[in-house]
T-cell receptor
Framework: GAGVSQSPSNKVTEKGKDVELRCDPISGHTALYWYRQSLGQGLEFLIYFQGNSAPDKSGLPSDRFSAERTGGSVSTLTIQRTQQEDSAVYLC???????????FGSGTRLTVV | GNSVTQMEGPVTLSEEAFLTINCTYTATGYPSLFWYVQYPGEGLQLLLKATKADDKGSNKGFEATYRKETTSFHLEKGSVQVSDSAVYFCALSGGGNQGGKLIFGQGTELSVKP
């Protein structure tokens, strides 16, 4: 597509429930990234996929967080047993390479109540 | 590991004032450097980039020069407008063993008053 598409745009969930966030990158972009932006905070790296290489999961805050990328395209970020501190905007970005611009989606605003 | 440090905000300026937002980085190798902007209620947008030393990125009247000797990538604009009010993020990628991961500074909020 023309841009990076994320869904849902907003998600309210109860504490303890699992959630799945979806990212459709720009067609042909081999690199895909997930970041988290909390209110008043900066951008926190979560996970990075590059082509067929093993993903860089070094930013995932706990084992409740996981992500996969199927067929080198769509990615799903899963948060199990959500906690209130998981409330944030989850941003996805894709790019052709590390010297190109990264295109960000509009994000999914997750609220855990 | 690689890191990016930005001047703290918020920065408040009057319209037509000169803007500088400082950004310094720590990295091995030769990273690419970026400035992103986030307007109120919107997502992150790439503002400009530079991929090698002495390169100057420019867009919408904003400029930043990749200075390897001072490990800096300061953002400048000669005359700001109210519509420039946003949060600005300096970032780097590549270099060293960080791969393609984009590392952000903490962001600097700019508020331009008429």
């Amino acid at each position: 597509g023309a841009g990076v598409s994320q869904s849902p745009s907003n998600k309210v969930t109860e504490k303890g429930k699992d959630v799945e966030l979806r990212c459709d990158p720009i067609s042909g972009h081999t690199a895909l990234y997930w970041y988290r932006q909390s209110l008043g905070q900066g951008l926190e790296f979560l996970i990075y996929f590059q082509g067929n290489s093993a993903p860089d999961k070094s930013g995932l805050p706990s084992d409740r967080f996981s992500a996969e990328r199927t067929g080198g395209s769509v990615s799903t970020l899963t948060i199990q047993r959500t906690q209130q501190e998981d409330s944030a905007v989850y941003l996805c970005a894709s790019s052709l390479g590390d010297r190109d611009g990264y295109t960000f989606g509009s994000g999914t605003r997750l609220t855990v109540v | 590991g690689n890191s990016v440090t930005q001047m703290e905000g918020p920065v408040t300026l009057s319209e037509e004032a000169f803007l500088t937002i400082n950004c310094t980085y720590t990295a091995t190798g030769y990273p690419s450097l970026f400035w992103y902007v986030q307007y109120p209620g919107e997502g992150l947008q790439l503002l400009l980039k530079a991929t090698k030393a002495d390169d100057k990125g420019s867009n919408k009247g904003f400029e930043a020069t990749y200075r390897k000797e001072t490990t800096s990538f300061h953002l400048e604009k000669g005359s700001v407008q109210v519509s420039d009010s946003a949060v600005y993020f300096c970032a780097l990628s590549g270099g060293g063993n960080q791969g393609g991961k984009l590392i952000f500074g903490q962001g600097t909020e700019l508020s331009v008053k008429p």
